[in-house]
């Protein structure tokens, strides 16, 4: 079963959303993790990719997963112009069957869900 919503790689085909990462995620990811060296995190919905290079920087090792395709390949072309590296997928992040639970120190959504209405 597939609950994305393709309405939203339209969306962010034409929209540039998503250049800064969310300051309630830094504040919280700076607080309860100093350094994210060794840890492993995932980026739910991860549009543009502006959380996703945020965890980069922090020392995350990263996977991002968006249901758009468009999303996704903004976020590749980012990461590759500031030569920064992550797992980025296209993927339906609510059927995350090939993804093991426990592979992830850290875990954002940042208004995926809302938008999805899940």
Not at 1 to 16: A, G, I, P, Y
Not at 54 to 82: C, H, M, P, W
Not at 85 to 90: D, E, F, H, P, W
């Amino acid at each position: 079963m597939q609950s994305f919503d393709n309405t939203w790689d339209l969306v962010h085909q034409n929209k540039n959303w998503g250049v800064y990462p969310n300051e309630s995620i830094i504040s919280k990811v700076k607080r309860l993790f100093p350094t994210g060296t060794g840890l492993k995190a995932i980026d739910l919905g991860c549009g543009r990719g502006a959380n996703t290079q945020f965890l980069i920087r922090e020392n995350f090792s990263t996977t991002a997963i968006d249901g758009s395709k468009s999303s996704v390949k903004k976020t590749k072309s980012y990461l590759d112009s500031q030569e920064l590296k992550a797992n980025v997928i296209v993927q339906d992040f609510t059927d995350l069957k090939d993804i093991e639970s426990d592979q992830f120190d850290l875990a954002i959504d940042c208004r995926s869900l809302i938008a999805q209405g899940t």
